[in-house]
């Protein structure tokens, strides 16, 4: 059963860009698929971007493509989402999530096809 851990949520200006990290506890090459969603105050969570276990597909929600980058560093189990051109509406709670590649059914863009989660880090677009 894989951790998550996520990192780099701060307060940053309008325009200006953050990096944020998910750690895995584990081996994540080719083994999990992972996803960025996020969750502002009281609306539902949605999807931000998805790269798939290999790292040689990704996807993207229409307010991030464009703007996000999600990578993956094998060598460090950890999957990244650059984010550029920050909006105040960007403002949210961002969660990475992970699924067995052998294991997943449903879609990509769905909360319920992942079965693990991070604890979220908090992202405010504010000037």
């Known amino acids: 059963q894989v951790t998550l851990v996520e990192s780099g949520g701060e307060l940053v200006q309008p325009g200006g860009s953050l990096r944020l990290s998910c750690a895995a506890s584990e081996r994540i090459h080719n083994t999990y698929m992972m996803g960025w969603f996020r969750q502002a105050p009281g609306k539902e969570r949605e999807f931000v971007s998805h790269?798939?276990?290999?790292?040689?597909?990704?996807y993207y929600s229409g307010s991030a493509q464009g703007r996000f980058i999600i990578s993956r560093n094998s060598a460090k189990n950890t999957v990244y989402l650059q984010m550029n051109h920050l909006e105040r509406e960007d403002t949210a709670v961002y969660y990475c999530?992970?699924?067995?590649?052998?294991?997943?059914?449903?879609?990509?863009?769905?909360?319920?096809?992942?079965?693990?989660w991070g604890q979220g880090t908090q992202v405010t677009v504010s000037s």
């Open positions: 999530a992970a699924v067995s590649a052998r294991k997943f059914t449903g879609s990509v863009y769905y909360p319920s096809s992942y079965h693990y």
């Open positions: 790269i798939s276990e290999t790292g040689d597909s990704t």
